[in-house]
């Protein structure tokens, strides 16, 4: 049988990697900066006192010709075998063959990075020579973007190192105009250590002079925070309420998270950042980076340890980024601990901005949780207020489990003067689960609109024979919608029923409502989980004390009790946060309009 090898088609290859695998063109000079810098790298282990550089040149002509750059390293070079070996063979990288005896120490990996320079131009021109092999003579490479190249050996001499030229294609002229390069090369390589000379026209300048403060020594902490605070503004654009060391010789890190004065939105919680690998940027998002609670802070973070996609625009998840991960959770965490043992009045800030983040945090860590729980805010209600707040002034934690009950019964159980902490947000359930172990003195009990129903007062005999006949049409009406109807006396007076249903009651109505919108396949899906032998659902209960209820009960029509009866149940469903069926709609809907014939017929 026949042996066949692929074929690779490159403009196929090239139209994956710009559409699919990098996330704009301008990635041609990270992976341009990250070869020469490779390549510095390997010729230091040779001669490790020679100091590299790297020179970036842009060319405008002025003849309506398009741009062209090079970039030029004093690295180690190629020889012509090496460039045969290497930069022909799709997915064969020199960074991790046994050329070298210290793969790690290299930015790339992959052997695919040149390519990215067709994404701007049509042709790659590499001149060439081996510091290596000093005898060998220099090479030049020429490969087009429909898959040949051409190999030659020059005559004349070049310096060692590596000199790469690019013309921008007809659709990607900016991309190599000298404001565009130079912004880019500060972008992707202001943290490299090798000096990046820039040179555009008559400029001539080195961008990468400054050395963060994180890397600096400081004669005080102040001082430091100052710096720090200072390039935080800088970089972001932001004044930061706090900065926070993340750096970790043994760990390969360095950096620092940077305190927002602000809430973020959810959208922008793992965005804004500065990620580096290597001393490289690598990416603006950290979400596989960072811990899920810490949306509070934007980082400036080098690592030198982990490994990065083939897109190098995040980071492969092993055993190093979950170390990782974990490090920077434990300088946050230290961080807060700090600010409530030292700083309370600062941490009474940051409550008021990030007290989500604190209660994801305190959701997964008991010890953090038993410290700031009481300094956390809850929606009650009577009102916002924080957990120790509370356990001042009530031994019993009543609590509703989601956020539209708790909706409902606000304002009837604050006519009670009755204290209901909404457990319905993000972690809130959990933390108050935990409170009988932190706080073996307070009790919890979950309040639903059954229970409270059972706070209200119940009428008099003479009370209950007066709306014996109301109750009883009310009961013959609701019982198609599975409700019963029930009438006590509760405030606030001007509320005239108040829908309650259980738990199971509110899945079945949500069940019901999502059917009735879904197609025929998902549809039988869910009929599955309708529960038909329910009889009763809800209960509407109407409120004697209400001035509304009170003419209704002196009211002789049956046919007009009804209307208002069954617009009442209407109303509470929606106050109630209760979706409607069809059914519910044009009950409604009839009710008005009977209602108003009412009006212009008498």
Same mark, same amino acid.
Request: aromatic share 8%; net charge negative; proline share 5%.
């Given at each position: ?15 994956l990697l ?12 990270? @992976? ?10 390997a010729?230091? $282990? ?8 790297i020179?970036? @040149?842009?060319? /405008? ?16 070079? #190629? ?5 045969? =070996?290497? !930069? ?39 001149? %060439? ?20 190249? %051409? ?14 030229? #690019? ?19 500060l ?20 961008l ?20 720090? *605070? ?16 993340l ?22 919680? =793992? ?11 690598l ?8 811990p ?8 400036i973070?080098?690592?030198?340890? *982990?490994?990065?996609?083939? /897109? ?17 959770? @434990? ?7 700090? #600010? ?17 983040a ?5 959701? @997964? ?10 300094h ?57 689960s ?19 129903? $059972? ?31 029930d ?7 001007? *509320?005239?029923? !108040? ?18 919108? /879904? ?39 049956? $046919? ?16 109630? =946060?209760?979706? *409607? ?12 309009? =009977? #209602? ?7």
């Amino acid at each position: 049988m026949a042996q066949h090898k692929f074929q690779v088609h490159l403009r196929g290859i090239i139209d994956l990697l710009s559409e699919h695998l990098y996330s704009g063109p301008e990635v041609y000079i990270r @992976e341009l900066l990250q070869n020469a810098v490779d390549a510095i790298t390997a010729r230091q $282990q040779y001669e490790p006192a020679m100091r590299g550089e790297i020179v970036i @040149e842009c060319h /405008s002509p002025s003849t309506g010709r398009p741009p062209t750059l090079s970039i030029r390293d004093n690295g180690i070079g #190629l020889t012509l075998e090496e460039v045969h =070996h290497f !930069l022909a063979t799709i997915g064969r990288s020199s960074k991790t063959s046994d050329n070298w005896t210290q793969p790690a120490d290299f930015l790339g990996q992959f052997g695919i990075g040149i390519l990215s320079c067709f994404i701007v131009s049509e042709e790659i021109v590499v001149l %060439t020579r081996s510091a290596r092999n000093p005898t060998a003579a220099p090479v030049e490479w020429r490969a087009r973007a429909d898959g040949s190249y %051409t190999v030659r050996e020059l005559e004349r001499d070049l310096p060692v190192g590596t000199q790469v030229w #690019l013309t921008a294609r007809q659709d990607k002229e900016r991309w190599l105009t000298a404001e565009e390069v130079r912004r880019l090369v500060l972008h992707y390589g202001s943290l490299l250590p090798v000096p990046l000379h820039f040179h555009a026209g008559r400029v001539q300048e080195i961008l990468n002079t400054q050395t963060p403060p994180w890397r600096k020594h400081y004669a005080t902490p102040a001082q430091r925070h100052k710096a720090l *605070l200072a390039y935080g503004r800088e970089t972001f654009g932001i004044s930061f309420l706090d900065a926070v060391l993340l750096s970790s010789e043994v760990d390969g890190l360095d950096g620092v998270a940077y305190i927002l004065p602000f809430t973020p939105p959810l959208s922008a919680r =793992h965005k804004g950042h500065r990620i580096y690998l290597k001393n490289m940027f690598l990416s603006e998002t950290a979400d596989n980076l960072l811990p899920e609670w810490a949306f509070f802070v934007r980082v400036i973070l080098n690592a030198t340890t *982990l490994r990065p996609t083939a /897109s190098r625009e995040s980071f492969f998840e092993d055993e190093n980024l979950a170390r990782t991960r974990t490090l920077i959770g @434990e300088r946050l965490r230290r961080y807060l601990v700090n #600010l409530a043992e030292q700083q309370p009045e600062k941490l009474e800030q940051f409550v008021q901005l990030h007290h989500r983040a604190l209660k994801a945090l305190a959701a @997964e860590d008991d010890n953090f949780c038993a410290m700031i729980l009481d300094h956390l805010p809850f929606e009650t209600s009577l009102g916002t207020m924080t957990f120790g707040e509370y356990r001042q002034n009530y031994a019993i934690v009543r609590y509703v489990a989601d956020v539209d009950t708790f909706r409902q019964l606000a304002n009837v159980a604050a006519a009670q003067n009755l204290c209901l902490l909404n457990a319905g947000y993000a972690y809130d359930l959990d933390l108050i689960s935990r409170i009988p172990e932190l706080f073996p003195d307070l009790s919890l009990e979950e309040i639903n609109s059954d229970t409270l129903t $059972q706070e209200f007062d119940e009428l008099t005999v003479e009370e209950q024979a007066d709306c014996e006949s109301f109750t009883l049409q009310a009961e013959k009406i609701l019982r198609p919608f599975r409700c019963r109807a029930d009438i006590k006396k509760f405030q606030p007076e001007d *509320l005239p029923a !108040l829908y309650s249903i259980s738990r199971e009651g509110r899945f079945q109505r949500q069940v019901e409502h999502t059917r009735a919108l /879904s197609n025929t396949l998902w549809s039988s899906v869910l009929d599955g989980l309708v529960q038909r032998d329910i009889v009763q659902a809800g209960t509407l209960c109407f409120n004697f004390r209400n001035p509304l209820i009170r003419r209704l009960l002196s009211l002789r029509s049956p $046919q007009r009790r009804q209307r208002f009866i069954e617009i009442l149940y209407v109303q509470a469903l929606l106050l109630g =946060h209760h979706p *409607l069926n069809a059914r519910e709609w044009q009950l409604f809907n009839q009710g008005l309009l =009977h #209602l108003l014939d009412d009006l212009l017929n008498s």
